[in-house]
């Protein structure tokens, strides 16, 4: 006979890691399709799970403050499995030295983690950026503004980044960079959701400080 299903008052801190887990391991993954996964997960262990609107908010909550020093961060152990988590082998030696750049940069000791959604577009960019740390944060960036994006229109297919593109075609790693600090900084405060609604203002408002700093760094030269 299976163990009758018991409710708790509180979310039980391993229900919690799982959520979290779950949310951080397929960044990709629509909340709503999540959140029914993590249903079924939770009743196999025996316990009523949370109400799924809650699911979805623990789900944002864990995409927009990934842990920096703690999985799912990329290592070469996610070589062995298929997923966004695997690189093309030839950008692996590209990602050890953007672990070891923006480890020096930041003065820390520790070896220098990066999440797999930023992972992921190192892999996809390695070829296009060789300064490994304008790769990181270019990379960062479509990390981030993708995430915002699909936050913005669940429906769709695949996310617009022509904003972006036009500034890594232009080879402004600045103004990329200014993007992904930018959003960083937002989703600090914000859910996703909540800065998807103000997208094209943000973007307005990115562009404008990137034009300035084209215009500054003319005038300094």
Known sequence: MKEQLKRLPKIPPSVKRLIALEALRYP???????????????????LIPPAEETL?????????HPPLLSS????MGL???E???????EAIPKMIEIQKA????????????????VAYWIGQLYKTIDDPIA??????AYALYVIVGQAADKDAVAVDTNELDSLLIEKNYDGLMGVA??????LQTKTPENVANDLPEIMTRLKEAINNLSKETENNK
């Open 56 to 64: 979805k908010r623990r789900i944002s909550d864990a995409r927009q």
């Open 28 to 46: 990709d993954m629509p909340r709503d399709f999540l959140a029914q996964e993590l249903i079924e997960k939770i009743k196999s262990v025996g």
């Open 181 to 186: 600090l930018g959003f960083k900084q937002l």
């Open 102 to 117: 923006v480890k020096e940069k930041i003065g820390r000791s520790e070896n220098f983690k990066i999440p797999v959604y």
């Open 79 to 81: 070589q062995l499995e």
């Open 83 to 89: 997923g966004q988590g695997k690189l093309p082998a």
């Open 72 to 75: 799912p961060y990329w290592h």
């Open 135 to 140: 790769l990181f944060y270019v990379s960062y």
